[in-house]
T-cell receptor, first 113, second 115 residues
């Protein structure tokens, strides 16, 4: 079992819709959770981080964390074609190196005009 | 403020040769990380510096890889001798310690091709 799992997609949504991206993790001790956006051929760009159970909103983005169920999700409201990218989920385990981000393989999102 | 920079952007070398990758972190970031993504796989951690000290090098694949960060500023990652399986994109990231949390900012990566 992979430590961080994501559906590879592609996830296709129409412009203006809500895109829902999901991520599960295997280590119950994971404590910090990050969402990165990566355009093709570019570097990962940090868009959200969440450390506590519940929701965290930033503009059109909402991160949701449920530690009991070991999943973290990213909602993108009013999706735009410019949101089309691969979204990477990453976690840091409790007790591990605070620098050791463990990534999923990413979900490719396509927003159709 | 300048972001994380990496040099070169792309390197093509033959098996057995040596390559040195460079990373300049965001100014003031004491934490510097190296990651690698090989084709079809997820991004994998290689190592973590705090200033000039190696905090965690558990992800380094073998002793052909040598990372340094003299003076606690830029870092280099040397691969010697390179093997075919070393091909991939090498990312550098940096972070501040902010309230005990570590938001890492990535550079553009160096695409290494070993032929």
């Amino acid at each position: 079992q992979k430590e961080v799992e994501q559906n590879s997609g592609p996830l296709s949504v129409p412009e203006g819709a809500i895109a829902s991206l999901n991520c599960t993790y295997s280590d119950r001790g994971s404590q910090s959770f990050f969402w990165y956006r990566q355009y093709s051929g570019k570097s990962p760009e940090l868009i959200m981080f969440i450390y506590s159970n519940g929701d965290k909103e930033d503009g059109r983005f909402t991160a949701q964390l449920n530690k009991a169920s070991q999943y973290v999700s990213l909602l993108i409201r009013d999706s735009q074609p410019s949101d089309s990218a691969t979204y990477l989920c990453a976690v840091i385990r409790k007790g591990g190196s605070q620098g050791n981000l463990i990534f999923g393989k990413g979900t490719k999102l396509s927003v159709k005009p | 403020e300048a972001g994380v920079t990496q040099f070169p952007s792309h390197s093509v070398i033959e098996k057995g040769q040596t390559v040195t990758l460079r990373c300049d972190p965001i100014s003031g970031h004491d934490n510097l990380y190296w990651y690698r993504r090989v084709m079809g796989k997820e991004i994998k951690f290689l190592l973590h510096f705090v200033k000039e000290s190696k905090q965690d090098e558990s992800g380094m694949p073998n002793n052909r890889f040598l990372a340094e960060r003299t003076g606690g500023t830029y870092s280099t990652l040397k691969v010697q001798p390179a093997e075919l399986e070393d091909s991939g994109v090498y990312f550098c990231a940096s972070s501040l310690l902010t309230g005990g949390m570590y938001e890492q900012y990535f550079g553009p990566g160096t695409r290494l091709t070993v032929t």
